[in-house]
């Protein structure tokens, strides 16, 4: 985590803003996530405390939901930034 926070500052980021890492063909990986909106096979939407995201695919079945930390299973063709709160 300490890596995360010096590429956040040396970018001028915001280090507890949602992140996330896409594997191809495989999932998804969220970090500072506050709350899990919706969920349904094609669509998931994440929370952060400022942003919302939209995660569209097909098959897609949550794995590790704990302390700030998602994994989404599936087929991910987009993930789309809806800026503040949904």
């Keep these: 985590m300490e890596f995360v926070?010096?590429?956040?500052?040396?970018?001028?980021?915001?280090?507890?803003?949602?992140?996330?890492?896409?594997?191809?063909?495989?999932?998804?990986?969220?970090?500072?996530?506050?709350?899990?909106?919706?969920?349904?096979?094609?669509?998931?939407?994440?929370?952060?405390?400022?942003?919302?995201?939209l995660v569209s695919g097909e098959f897609l079945s949550l794995g590790k939901y704990e302390a700030g930390d998602l994994v989404i299973l599936g087929d991910i063709v987009r993930v789309e930034r809806k800026g503040g709160q949904m």
Aim: proline fraction near 0%.
């Design 5 to 53: 926070r010096e590429i956040c500052a040396a970018l001028g980021a915001d280090a507890l803003r949602l992140r996330y890492t896409i594997v191809s063909g495989k999932g998804a990986y969220f970090q500072n996530v506050y709350r899990l909106a919706a969920f349904s096979e094609t669509e998931v939407v994440v929370r952060s405390r400022r942003e919302t995201f």
